[in-house]
Antibody
Framework: ELQLVASGGGLVKPGGSLRLSCVAS????????MNWVRRAPGKGLEWVSS????????YYADSVQGRFTISRDNAKKSLYLEMNTLRVEDTAVYYC????????????WGQGTQVTVSS | QSVLTQPPSVSGAPGQRITISCYGN?????????VHWYQHVPGEAPKLVIF???NRPSGVPDRFSGAKSGSSGSLAITALQPEDEAEYFC???????????FGGGTKLTVL
């Protein structure tokens, strides 16, 4: 079945770290740029980070630049997000999403994993 | 404050037609970048319902349609059904910000 399954969320104190994972099924993972998008409570969708299929290029939202690192393992069909120096405002559901480059949109989304940053 | 502007809420009775607007500017929609639309039910994965301004992915009912004019886009849903109740987000690309931008979301209530 064509799908993305995210995991790794949890409760962490401000300043802490967390690593999210996303496993892909039923498509040629290495052929697609992949992204993390989050939705904070009471807010809309926010793009967080993206990585090209060959990992040569990685991009970050200003709000996470320098604290988050995106990576991937094409052999394992897996996407990762290493989150350090977490802040209360990073609390959100984090979704992995596949990027369609031709027109610039996300055509496949995972179910999301909850990250809560609280003391 | 989102880069793309959507109304916070819309509502309609079953069988009716609603539209959701998405206003941008000359740095995003108005620069020629496409508008895309996602349906998000709390607790579920967001789902693409319109891409490239007017195109429906396979499996999305033809009750959903999209349009673009100038610096704005719109999503129309005809023959409203209870299962259409969700939040809808528009998305484009902003050349000034060099990144993906979303609207703030519109909560659709089916009365």
């Amino acid at each position: 079945e064509l799908q993305l399954v995210a995991s790794g969320g949890g409760l962490v104190k401000p300043g802490g770290s967390l690593r999210l994972s996303c496993v892909a099924s039923d498509f040629t993972f290495s052929s697609y740029a992949m992204n993390w998008v989050r939705r904070a409570p009471g807010k809309g969708l926010e793009w967080v980070s993206s990585i090209m299929g060959d990992s040569l290029y990685r991009y970050y939202a200003d709000s996470v630049q320098g604290r988050f690192t995106i990576s991937r393992d094409n052999a394992k069909k897996s996407l990762y997000l290493e989150m350090n120096t977490l802040r209360v405002e990073d609390t959100a559901v984090y979704y992995c999403a596949r990027w369609m480059d031709t027109l610039g949109y996300f055509d496949l989304w995972g179910q999301g994993t909850q990250v809560t940053v609280s003391s | 404050q989102s880069v793309l502007t959507q109304p916070p809420s819309v509502s309609g009775a079953p069988g009716q037609r609603i539209t959701i607007s998405c206003y941008g500017n000359t740095s995003n929609i108005g620069s020629g970048h496409s508008v895309h639309w996602y349906q998000h039910v709390p607790g579920e994965a967001p789902k693409l319902v319109i891409f490239g301004n007017t195109n429906r992915p396979s499996g999305v009912p033809d009750r959903f349609s999209g349009a673009k004019s100038g610096s704005s886009g719109s999503l129309a849903i005809t023959a409203l059904q209870p299962e259409d109740e969700a939040e809808y987000f528009c998305q484009s690309y902003d050349i000034s910000l060099s990144g993906v931008v979303f609207g703030g979301g519109t909560k659709l209530t089916v009365l």
